[in-house]
């Protein structure tokens, strides 16, 4: 007997569904795409419950004539590729035909369009696949899809949904990927009747403004910088932030030919760009558009990733290294960089922060090999000798002595703790040591609740951008648990009347936007991720930053209160807080 059957369309199209419409998002992305490939230059998105009743898009573009509409929600069925060929040469954003088909297995859809040549529109209804209505109608030249109750017909989905702020961010972000790159197309974005973008025609500077500016201010894209190069494999244009505005708030893009995509490698160009121009936790925000010929990219890859495979990776990294620094140089925002001399370490001179310039001293040897600033979260193969049975603080059962802190503990260039051990000398990171201790207390504050709050004496008023709002909402709690007195003052606008009282001193603005930042990383809801991250942020900005000269009683107190911890030798990031220099390695150099 034969057991080989084709599968009905309508499963078919459900299987091919959960690949390319995970959640509202996706299929927002494919619906503005479509918009887009149909010459559109005015895209109105209009979104209830986070996506999960509607998602509308109603475009300006060519329209559709009666029998394309119908042909449209065909599987595979595509205007824009007629053989294999044509995939390597796509400029256009969809190409596969399966967006479509995909969505109205899922929903209630309705389409309303029109051709430009036609005097009747027509409108089709599809119901999970099924054509429930095909009737001419009247409307303007364009397309306007609505999406109705996403799921429906699979609950399964439609409960692996996240809660409407996740999904609405989500959108958002997607919504932000596709609008930075088409800012010559006017967009529009509500949300349960509220307006939450509304981007005229602009230049690509001005969009990134009109995204992520705050309400009246046209700050953000004053620090950024032009970046501007053109080479026979690749033109990168875009901006690039300067130092000194990094780590508040970054956001970080890449495009290629018109399209996002995520890229490790060469984010890493760009940080390589940075070396020792930040500190710490700090990013920069970057924008950057790459055009390469299409035959040297592979996007013929799964509809929803990200990722694209260039041919040339490794001489295009070194390109934009190149063009990065170049523009931060020639902006002087770097005025001491050597380029030539990759492993030297600059150290931060105290109240120098804008100007980079390391201080007068004498000649140092440095270990090339080694850089502070390093991001690296790989941990050294094999731990230190066992030097901590000086201290051992972590065996509460045998009930030892306190640790005995040595008093004669040396600060290096206001960077280093120097202590001595009976295994070594114990090289201690001062600010990751501190950013551990204090790491350890937020993290029990956000577990057991109050923590001491420090009223301002003028409360301070934190601007948001519409998808932060969100974000902040739901951490706002947290927040507070920690120390924050912050209320909701408008739309997009939080006051702070109080903060914890360790911040003393620092800005409470960039303080949550670092914390906001860092959060917004994660991508998840999970709360305890949160927490972590807001822990950390905090940690890393009340922390004792580099440069400050310890008292002896503040040495002691640190080193101490770090060895009290169970784990003290990485951070909760995985930066080596201590190396340990053994006696024969000392000896070893003489
Ligand atoms: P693809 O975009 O990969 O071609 P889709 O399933 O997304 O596949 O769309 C199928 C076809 O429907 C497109 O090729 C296009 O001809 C037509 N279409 C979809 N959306 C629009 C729109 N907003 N305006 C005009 N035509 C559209
Ligand atoms: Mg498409």
């Known amino acids: 007997m034969d057991v080989i059957r084709l599968l009905p369309d309508s499963v078919a199209n459900q299987i091919a569904a ?38 509308q898009v109603i475009d300006n573009g060519q329209g559709m004539s009666e029998t394309d509409a119908r042909m449209a929600f065909e599987r595979h069925a595509t205007s824009k590729i007629r053989e294999a060929a044509d995939l390597f040469n796509l400029r256009t954003m969809g190409f596969r035909g399966e ?95 509220e307006i939450m973008h509304e981007l005229p025609e602009a230049s690509f500077k001005q969009r990134i403004e009109q995204v992520f500016g705050k309400p009246g201010k046209p700050t953000f894209t004053l620090n950024l910088v032009d970046i501007h190069t053109e080479t026979e494999l690749v033109t990168i244009r875009g901006l690039v932030g300067k130092p000194e505005a990094a780590g508040r708030g970054a956001r970080q893009y890449f495009f290629v030919n018109g399209r996002f995509m995520r890229h490790p490698y060469f984010h890493k160009a760009v940080m390589t760009a940075y070396t020792n121009l930040l500190t710490g936790d700090q990013e920069p925000s970057y924008f950057i558009c790459m055009e390469v010929n299409p035959e040297n990219i592979d ?34 925002v770097a005025p001491s960089l050597d380029f030539d001399r990759e492993g030297y370490v600059e150290m931060p001179t105290p109240n120098a922060s804008s100007t980079y310039r390391p201080a007068n001293r004498l000649p140092i040897q440095v270990d090339t090999s080694y850089n502070p600033f390093t991001r690296t979260h790989e941990r050294p193969a094999a731990a230190p000798a066992n030097w901590q049975s000086l201290y051992e603080p972590q065996l509460p059962q045998e009930e030892k002595d306190k640790p005995t802190i040595p008093s004669d503990i040396y600060q290096y260039h206001g960077r280093y703790l120097l202590v001595p051990s009976s295994e070594g ?91 906001l930042s860092s959060v917004r990383e994660t991508g998840t809801t999970a709360t305890d991720v949160w927490r972590r991250r807001i822990a950390l942020a905090l940690a890393a900005d009340t922390a004792i930053p580099y440069g400050k000269t310890l008292t002896p ?16 030798r990485y951070t909760e990031d995985g930066k080596t807080i201590i190396s340990v220099l053994t006696d024969e390695e000392l000896a070893g150099k003489f």
Not at 42 to 48: D, L, N, T
Not at 301 to 328: C, G, M, N, S, W
Not at 553 to 563: N, P, R, T, V, Y
């Open 18 to 55: 959960g690949e390319v419409i995970q959640r509202p998002a996706s299929c927002l992305k494919e619906l503005v795409e479509n918009s887009l490939d149909a010459g559109a230059t005015r895209i109105q998105i209009i979104v209830r419950d986070a996506g999960r009743t509607l998602l």
């Open 99 to 193: 967006a479509l088909p995909s969505i109205c297995a899922v929903a209630q859809v309705e389409v309303l369009t029109r051709r430009a040549e036609d005097e009747v529109g027509t409108l089709l209804e599809i119901h999970g696949s099924q054509v429930v209505r095909q009737e001419p109608a009247t409307c303007p030249v364009g397309t306007n899809m609505k999406v109705k109750n996403l799921f429906f017909n699979i609950p399964v989905r439609r409960k692996f949904l996240k809660t409407d702020q996740t999904e609405l961010r989500n959108l958002l972000s997607e919504f932000y990927r596709i609008v930075l790159v088409w800012p010559q197309v006017q967009f529009t974005f509500v949300h349960n009747d």
């Open 299 to 332: 996007v013929n890859i799964h509809p929803t990733k990200t990722e694209i495979k260039f041919q040339d990776e490794q001489p295009i990294f070194q390109i934009l290294l190149a063009t990065v620094r170049e523009a931060l140089g020639k902006f002087n």
């Open 425 to 515: 000398l114990m090289l201690v990171d001062q600010h990751r040591a501190h950013t551990h201790v204090l790491y350890k207390t937020y993290i029990d504050q956000l577990s057991h609740g109050q923590a001491p709050v420090q009223q301002l004496l003028f409360p301070e008023v934190l601007d948001l951008s519409a998808d932060d709002m969100l974000l902040f909402a739901t951490i706002a709690e947290d927040l507070r648990h920690i120390g924050f007195d912050i209320e909701q003052l408008g739309p997009r606008q939080y006051s702070i009347s109080g903060v914890p009282s360790l911040l003393s001193g620092q800005d409470p603005i960039s303080t949550l936007q670092h914390i």
């Open 553 to 568: 009683a503040e040495k002691e107190d640190l080193i101490s209160q770090l060895f009290h911890l169970s784990d003290y």
